[in-house]
């Protein structure tokens, strides 16, 4: 009768062991998921900000957006340079 005790507390630890393991594996894949996740986005927003920053009268993209100027509006943008000249 003892040995079938300890061959059922034996089993029960194992099990206990097994879904321990099988909690602590699916914590890391969410958490893989989780930064991978953060990557992605943080570099969508960075290509977001890259691709919006672009639009100005030095690439000369702008005409493409107002259709109804045919060049750009070097008066529209006097005031974008915030460096001060040398006196």
Do not use: W
């Not at 005790?5 to 699916?26: P, S």
């Amino acid at each position: 009768m003892a040995v079938v005790m300890l061959v059922t507390a034996m089993l029960v630890v194992v099990m206990v062991g097994i879904m321990m393991m099988a909690v602590i594996m699916v914590a890391m894949i969410v958490a893989t998921m989780t930064v991978f996740g953060m990557i992605v986005t943080c570099m969508f927003l960075r290509f977001i900000h890259v691709a919006a920053a672009g639009i100005s009268a030095a690439f000369r993209i702008e005409r493409c957006f107002d259709l109804d100027h045919p060049r750009t509006q070097p008066f529209h943008h006097v005031f974008d340079d915030v460096i001060a000249t040398d006196a």
